[in-house]
């Protein structure tokens, strides 16, 4: 099986109709992208197995849609306004800006690969940390500028970031120079302004999360839903960041979905949680039939201010192992802080211990963008098949499929068209179908693998004679002959979302 690249999935998705570039014909917007008529429907499907895995299937989590503009008090109170920033570094001969905390990361990666190269040759690769500093000049330089990064990091010694530049010989890839800006920090808010009039109007900002909107409803949700501490409030919408490095197509982008959820429990209790919505959280991942390996926690070594743990769900895309999705116990900062600022009481009374407090907030937050990257990262396969022949298959669990079932005549006459659509009309109700006549079966078969469909019907002229059609797998390409009568039961017991469901919780 053929490795796939991200430039082969950014291919595809364009060619397929899953994702397109923003603004194409006016030459693309940077670092936004548009959901073709297969995108959405993938990206629907993965909203709905989260929102049923999280909401429907747990009694004391409940739903919220809040609103993209929020006061912008909300956004000092999170601390957003003072410190939500990037350290960015200039190149003076190109122009070109980067992030600093990037440069120092991918010359740590680049050093500590030579070096990984160079023990693999002496058959170190499995030495302590220690021998193989020893053994390689590279690693150990990559070893150092890591824990001087680490320590400038945690400092937020921005000064210490380009000296660091400077001193490993960081070079602009464009102008080849290392006459380098300070480096300075630069707020990935994008504002806009609320008002017909530029003199009264108010200024704004795009939410970067969506969890600043379940913060501030946090009462409104428990009261009128009822809910008893420990409870969750979920959201799926918009988040938008003025990213300065976006260029790993629809990993990191300026405007994308979060699938976030709050849950917010007693103070003292939030450790317990973390482990269990921890553990919760990779079950949901593995459901999806990933190879274990693919996926692992990372810790947080820096943890932001308002929090007292945090780890991520890593996958290896096809650009390494990158953050999936976040896991953090923000303790009680973000209701404190809407207290502060707002004036009003975000407490809860809890009737067992007879005591009012601020509850404590367990975090799972991912990018429904970048859960669709993944999907399509490990789902997407060259075959090479008996032939000699390639196909282009994308082996999507079934309850993800953009479309569940292809209806395909044979040919274009003989009543074959008519009693293929008789066969559409009651599938319909099963789920998306597809109705194609034209290429030969065999290019339709493959047009299909590369869409990700499970099934396709093929209607020939036995159909007429005995409302029998051929059934194709996706995966395995096996074609059986079944009563027309069969194929609700058979599509429908394969594309269900219980069956993912089922492994989930
Ligand atoms: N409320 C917490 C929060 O927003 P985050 O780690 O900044 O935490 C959570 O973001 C998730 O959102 C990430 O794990 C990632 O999946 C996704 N995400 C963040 N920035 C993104 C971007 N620019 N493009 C696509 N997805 C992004």
């Not at 940390?129 to 150990?140: I, L, N, T």
């Not at 098949?385 to 479309?403: S, W, Y």
Request: net charge negative; with cysteine; aromatic share 10%.
């Amino acid at each position: 099986m053929a490795e796939i690249d991200l430039q082969k999935i950014v291919s595809h998705c364009k060619e397929y109709g899953f994702i397109f570039p923003s603004s194409e014909i006016y030459d693309n917007l940077g670092a936004v992208y548009d959901y073709g008529p297969f995108g959405v429907e993938l990206k629907n499907h993965i909203k709905e197995y989260w929102w049923k895995s999280m909401v429907q299937m747990h009694e004391n989590i409940v739903g919220l849609d809040s609103a993209i503009f929020m006061h912008p008090t909300t956004w000092k109170a999170s601390g957003h306004v003072d410190s939500f920033s990037d350290p960015l570094i200039d190149n003076k001969d190109s122009k070109k800006r980067y992030r600093a905390d990037v440069l120092l990361e991918e010359k740590i990666d680049k050093l500590k690969e030579k070096g990984e190269k160079e023990l693999a040759k002496k058959n170190l690769s499995a030495a302590s940390e220690e021998e193989k500093a020893k053994a390689s000049r590279d690693y150990a330089k990559g070893l150092t500028l890591e824990a001087e990064y680490t320590k400038a990091a945690e400092a937020s010694d921005f000064k210490r970031y380009k000296e660091l530049i400077e001193e490993y010989e960081i070079a602009c890839e464009v102008s080849g120079s290392k006459n380098w800006t300070d480096v300075r920090q630069f707020n990935l808010m994008f504002g806009t302004k609320l008002g017909a009039v530029d003199e009264d109007a108010t200024d704004l900002y795009l939410r970067p999360e969506t969890a600043q909107g379940i913060f501030v409803n946090f009462l409104n949700v428990q009261k009128t839903a009822r809910m008893k501490v420990p409870f969750g409030i979920a959201q799926i919408g918009k988040a938008f960041r003025n990213e300065i490095v976006a260029r790993q197509f629809i990993f990191r982008m300026r405007e994308f979905e979060q699938m976030e959820m709050q849950f917010f429990v007693r103070p003292g209790s939030e450790l317990e949680w973390f482990a269990k919505w921890k553990e919760t959280r990779m079950k949901w991942h593995l459901a999806l039939g990933t190879a274990p390996e693919n996926l692992r926690f990372h810790v947080h070594e820096k943890l932001a201010h308002y929090a007292n743990a945090a780890e991520d769900i890593q996958f290896k895309f096809p650009i390494g192992f990158k953050e999936l999705e976040g896991i953090h116990s923000r303790t009680d900062f973000d209701l404190t802080e809407h207290q502060k600022f707002s004036g009003k009481k975000l407490q809860y009374f809890d009737s067992e211990l007879n005591q009012n407090y601020v509850p404590y907030v367990i975090e799972t937050s991912i990018g429904l963008d970048r859960m669709f990257l993944r999907v399509m990262s490990e789902c997407l396969m060259e075959e090479a098949l008996e032939n000699g022949e390639t196909r282009t298959v994308l082996r999507l669990p079934a309850a993800l499929a953009p479309i569940k079932v292809a209806i395909l005549p044979l040919i274009k006459k003989d009543g074959l068209p008519e009693k293929a659509r008789e066969i559409m009309d009651v599938l319909k109700f099963v789920g998306r179908t597809f109705y194609e006549e034209k290429d030969s079966i065999g290019k339709r078969y493959r047009r299909m693998d590369a869409l990700g469909t499970p099934f396709c019907i093929t209607v020939d002229h036995q159909t007429l004679e005995d409302n029998t059609v051929t059934i194709r797998e996706r995966d395995t390409m096996q074609q059986d002959r079944i009563a027309i009568a069969d194929i609700e039961k058979i599509v429908g017991a394969k594309i269900d979302m219980n069956n993912l469901l089922r492994k989930a919780i």
